[in-house]
């Protein structure tokens, strides 16, 4: 944060309220440097991590230029547009866009794919001055004209990196290339990789530079383990860290869609609420998900890289990383997941010894080194998988009932319970039942 007020970076009175409203009191670094520049309509490149304040950056002089020029509200042609990679990050700047905008006349909407088209046409149709988008959804109302991009006065794209690293470059360049060449660009990105850096040079006229460091401090701030876990007791060692009476509200992030729903299977089968989110989930189903981890009816949500920049859920815990993900850069995104509002925040890696040298790379990029633990967990056979008491987080309605294993018998040698995630080293076992065993994780260093 800073010294300054919002008042003394030319943000006008008539903004104040709502600023007052969402508690923002002094504007974060990002916000203290780029707002001024943007009120004198230059363009700007951004580099900051999710968490700086890049929405109110951006959006507080995007709502004040617009509305100190006047502009007859237009049905389909925005002044405005704002693009981001998920459905979940669109929807955040937009609800931001309107909460700081109430105090205008300004026409918002936002639109994303994974849900019927036809409100968002209607939406369009009744005139819009700023457009909040993911790129392919765009592209096809774009292209069944209930949408023109010609009076694009003002073009944001946020989180860059992340637009890139989904596939979208070719949509963002057609995007791009469909709005006036005579306009003020910002481009927003946590990383600038040698595509965001072609796309903004592309992109942007004689831009100011406005890096802000990685929060370091808020990385510091979350405290960080590793043990190294064999892929084959991951799901074990996690139902552990859940059952800790410390974990309130849990993310675990893997790398794969298919991985994210069978972790979450696993976990409702030893009677944790969990739910999955991920790129694979209709619009609907990712709604409900993220609302039932709000709420409080589910604790544990399991995603993949989609929901580490463009969720923002108050009271989160803990984060697991079930898998490490590809890029170092993500790991500070992941476990920015909690910590969040000066709170403090428990980050936990599970570290195949395959993945060790991913790990240092992760360490390297943070400039510090990780504790290492020794996790002591039980296997987990199929009449152990037990409902964990809710109460002692205080979360939610209901409770995700465990599943009876009905299987009779193993697999064979070295097979793997479906339910449980156990190896087996028999090979058979009808009904027999087998007595749990404690299985200590490896203490070699990550």
């Not at 309509?41 to 617009?66: I, S, W």
């Not at 998900?289 to 815990?317: M, Y």
Request: glycine residues 10%; proline residues 5%.
């Amino acid at each position: 944060m800073t010294n300054n007020l919002f008042s003394d970076l030319g943000v006008a009175p008539k903004f104040q309220p709502a600023l007052d409203a969402a508690k923002f009191v002094t504007p974060s670094k990002i916000q203290d440097q780029a707002i001024p520049i943007l009120l004198q309509g230059k363009d700007v490149l951004g580099v900051a991590q999710t968490g700086t304040g890049k929405t109110a950056a951006f959006g507080l002089p995007l709502l004040q230029l617009l509305d100190a020029k006047n502009l007859a509200t237009k049905a389909s042609h925005p002044y405005a547009l704002v693009l981001a990679p998920t459905r979940e990050l669109a929807m955040q700047i937009y609800a931001e866009l309107k909460q700081f905008g109430r105090g205008t006349n300004l026409q918002m909407t936002c639109i994303y794919g994974g849900v019927g088209q036809n409100p968002q046409v209607k939406a369009l149709r009744r005139g819009i001055d700023i457009l909040v988008a993911t790129p392919g959804r765009l592209l096809d109302l774009v292209e069944q004209k209930h949408v023109h991009l010609g009076q694009v006065q003002i073009l944001v794209l946020d989180e860059a990196d992340r637009l890139l690293d989904m596939g979208f470059i070719r949509d963002v360049k057609r995007i791009v290339s469909m709005t006036p060449s005579k306009r003020q660009s910002l481009l927003f990105s946590a990383t600038m990789p040698d595509a965001v850096t072609e796309l903004a040079d592309k992109m942007l006229k004689n831009p100011i530079r406005i890096e802000v460091a990685p929060k370091q401090m808020t990385v510091e701030r979350i405290e960080q383990h590793v043990a190294v876990v064999d892929n084959a007791d991951k799901i074990a060692a996690t139902i552990h860290l859940l059952q800790q009476k410390v974990v309130r509200k849990a993310i675990v992030f893997t790398r794969t869609k298919h991985g994210a729903d069978k972790v979450a299977k696993k976990l409702r089968t030893a009677g944790i609420g969990a739910e999955a989110i991920h790129g694979n989930k209709s619009q609907n189903a990712r709604n409900r998900a993220l609302g039932s981890f709000k709420t409080g009816d589910v604790w544990v949500l399991v995603a993949t890289d989609i929901a580490a920049r463009g969720i923002d859920v108050d009271g989160v815990t803990h984060v697991i990383n079930y898998e490490l993900p590809h890029e170092p850069e993500s790991y500070v995104h992941r476990i920015g997941r909690t910590g969040r509002a000066g709170a403090a925040g428990t980050a936990w890696s599970l570290v195949d010894p395959g993945e060790v040298k991913r790990f240092h790379a992760v360490e390297r990029f943070i400039k510090m080194e990780i504790t290492r633990e020794s996790l002591d967990f039980p296997a987990v056979a199929p009449h152990d998988l037990g409902v964990i008491d809710r109460a002692n987080r205080g979360q939610g309605k209901s409770q995700s009932k465990p599943r009876r294993n009905n299987r009779q018998g193993g697999r064979g040698q070295g097979g793997q319970n479906q339910n449980s995630g156990q190896t087996g080293s028999g090979s058979g076992g009808g009904n027999k039942r087998r007595r749990p065993h404690r299985r200590k994780a490896p203490t070699q260093a990550a």
